[in-house]
């Protein structure tokens, strides 16, 4: 795994990826946007301390943009 700080245009490209649909696991997102999948573990959790992305666990792990899911009713 890559140690130090994700890379701006990755992360940058994670949060447009992640504009344009609801919600995705970070290999969707890694292969969506052609970049290594730690690469994007490394901007995703970087961005979720930023507080810009949420973790969702729905039987399994999804990310998408702060307050894009609705909360379950």
């Not at 959790?45 to 307050?67: H, N, P, Q, R």
Request: hydrophobic content about 40%.
């Amino acid at each position: 795994m890559q140690k130090g700080a994700a890379d701006p245009a990755i992360k940058q490209k994670v949060l447009d990826y992640l504009d344009t649909v609801e919600k995705a696991k970070s290999k969707e997102i890694a292969k969506a946007i052609s970049e290594d999948k730690s690469a994007v573990d490394l901007a995703v959790k970087e961005l979720s301390f930023e507080d810009k992305v949420e973790y969702l666990y729905i039987t399994t792990t999804f990310i998408a943009l702060k307050g894009k899911v609705a909360p379950p009713e």
